[in-house]
T-cell receptor, first 112, second 111 residues
């Protein structure tokens, strides 16, 4: 089984809808991240969490919120989706400073 | 704003040649540097990490770091068609609070 999983893998939704993307990990890492990837813009950090009680905004947090339900679960919500939130979303985990990040398979989100 | 800059490519090299991928970063406080490979539609996976000036070799891959010039590179020897992918350069600050990624360089290895 994959160490970092994301659900759903693909989602098409309409403008104004609320949507939640979920991430689960079995690696036992404290640090979890949400990124979005757009062509020509690379990976951009939305939110990150160093433990259940420590959640921080990244460079593009407007329009998004997160919840760290447990060490293993980190969810990203779009309260009212808009078309420019159409992107590929990745969850990642890392064990700590100086370590690599391990990415989930991604969620392709389309907002019509 | 902390930045990591890469040429988006594509960089085309013939099979068996050396591919050279380059990256510059703006934050002098950066301590850790990473190269990730990303196949189309897939998630990034770590190729190399480097933390000190000089070269680090792992199989066909060599990462080079020059902190004075704020420059990181990745050399791929004996390039194979399976190396065709986008290569993301990333840096992390001294506290490793978060990682900044470049836009990635698309590499095409021509058989």
């Amino acid at each position: 089984d994959a160490d970092v999983t994301q659900t759903p893998r693909n989602r098409i939704t309409k403008t104004g809808k609320r949507i939640m993307l979920e991430c689960s990990q079995t690696k036992g890492h404290d640090r979890m991240y949400w990124y979005r990837q757009d062509p020509g813009l690379g990976l951009r950090l939305i939110y990150y969490s160093f433990d259940v009680k420590d959640i921080n905004k990244g460079e593009i947090s407007d329009g998004y919120s997160v919840s760290r339900q447990a060490q293993a679960k980190f969810s990203l919500s779009l309260e009212s989706a808009i078309p420019n939130q159409t992107a590929l979303y990745f969850c990642a985990t890392s064990p700590g400073p100086t370590d690599t990040q391990y990415f989930g398979p991604g969620t392709r989100l389309t907002v019509l | 704003q902390k930045e990591v800059e890469q040429n988006s490519g594509p960089l085309s090299v013939p099979e068996g040649a050396i591919a050279s991928l380059n990256c510059t970063y703006s934050d002098r406080g950066s301590q850790s540097f990473f190269w990730y490979r990303q196949y189309s539609g897939k998630s990034p996976e770590l190729i190399m990490s480097i933390y000190s000036n000089g070269d680090k070799e792992d199989g066909r891959f060599t990462a080079q770091l020059n902190k004075a010039s704020q420059y990181v590179s990745l050399l791929i020897r004996d390039s194979q068609p399976s190396d065709s992918a986008t290569y993301l350069c990333a840096s992390a600050d001294g506290g490793y609070q978060k990682v900044t990624f470049g836009i990635g360089t698309k590499l095409q290895v021509i058989p």
